[in-house]
């Protein structure tokens, strides 16, 4: 993220990258962050307290998913509930991503990273793309909702108890 976000200020200037998460436990980050010239635009949020958080996703214009190792990626969900465009080097994780519309899915180098964003920030200054990424990440989201989720689970242990009571009865 740190390369393709060097990349990104090369075409852009003025532009800023937010990191929000508990960075203690990554010491090359911490190490990276500090080699960082003070005017890189890099700030470290740390560890933000989860009522807090839509004030990051409201004040920014894309967010940006480098990770390949994130199982379930729920930080994607997050954003898309709060209407901004992403863009993610993981296509395996679909739930919220609806490539073209409300997000971009890039190859996992700098260099396509970089393009990626930069072709998302391009999309985004067009307000009928912006409203439309904003409305499709919602529409996908609700699928996920906190009360939906909490519907699903209940059904899945009812199911899992009626199969309990049917092989008692065997």
């Known amino acids: 993220m740190l390369d393709a976000f060097a990349l990104v200020r090369e075409a852009i200037p003025g532009a800023t990258l937010q990191l929000v998460g508990d960075a203690s436990r990554s010491g090359s980050l911490r190490r990276r962050l500090r080699r960082l ?19 990051y996703y409201d004040n920014a214009d894309v967010f940006v998913f480098p990770s390949t190792t994130d199982t379930q990626a729920l930080v994607l969900h997050e954003a898309a509930h709060s ?12 739930a919220v991503i609806a490539e073209g519309r409300n997000a971009l899915v890039s190859e996992a180098s700098a260099m396509a990273l ?13 307000p009928e793309y912006l409203l439309d990424a904003g409305k499709t990440g919602k529409q996908l989201a609700m699928r996920y909702s906190r009360q ?12 899992v108890l ?3 009571r049917n092989r008692r009865c065997m």
């Open 37 to 55: 010239r003070p005017d890189s635009a890099v700030t470290l949020a740390g560890e933000v307290d989860p009522c807090l958080l839509h004030t």
């Open 83 to 94: 209407g901004l465009p992403i863009v993610t080097v993981d296509g395996q994780l679909p």
């Open 114 to 126: 970089s393009r990626s964003i930069l072709a998302m920030l391009v999309s985004c200054s067009e």
């Open 148 to 159: 939906r989720q909490v519907i699903e689970m209940v059904r899945l242990y009812r199911l």
């Open 162 to 164: 009626a199969d309990e």
